[in-house]
């Protein structure tokens, strides 16, 4: 038991020469913090500020909605398959329509539950909310 207690105390002793060493290496960082940042401070110039050119002029509607036609993402290709079936749609019948490869998928699955625009009627079956 006494022992122990010795060596108990050594560990105690041995902390707290290990504290007092980390506090003078935190100051140590202090001290050589604070200049560098003084001197990054001087160093940056001033900005002035630039005036942005005016924004670009809409697109008329008909246009817009043909641009957004040609380029469907792979989220919108799986909601409207999902979104033409009444019962809800498999995952074997969604790699068939939209030739995706599984990992993108999945992703898109997900995705798209996490919106909430898709919901799981039961395992691998999706249907639109």
Known sequence: MKKLQ??????SKALAKLTKQVDKIAAQVKTLEKPVKKSVKKAAPKKKAVKKAAPAKKAP?????KAASKAATV???VFDVIKRSRKGTSIASLKEKTNLNPRQ???????LS??????AVSRGIYKKK
């Open 6 to 11: 010795v060596q108990l105390k050594e560990v």
């Open 61 to 65: 509607k008909a246009t817009a909605k």
């Open 114 to 119: 996490t919106r909430g625009k898709i919901a």
């Open 75 to 77: 989220l919108d290709t």
């Open 105 to 111: 998928l999945s992703n898109a699955l997900y995705k």
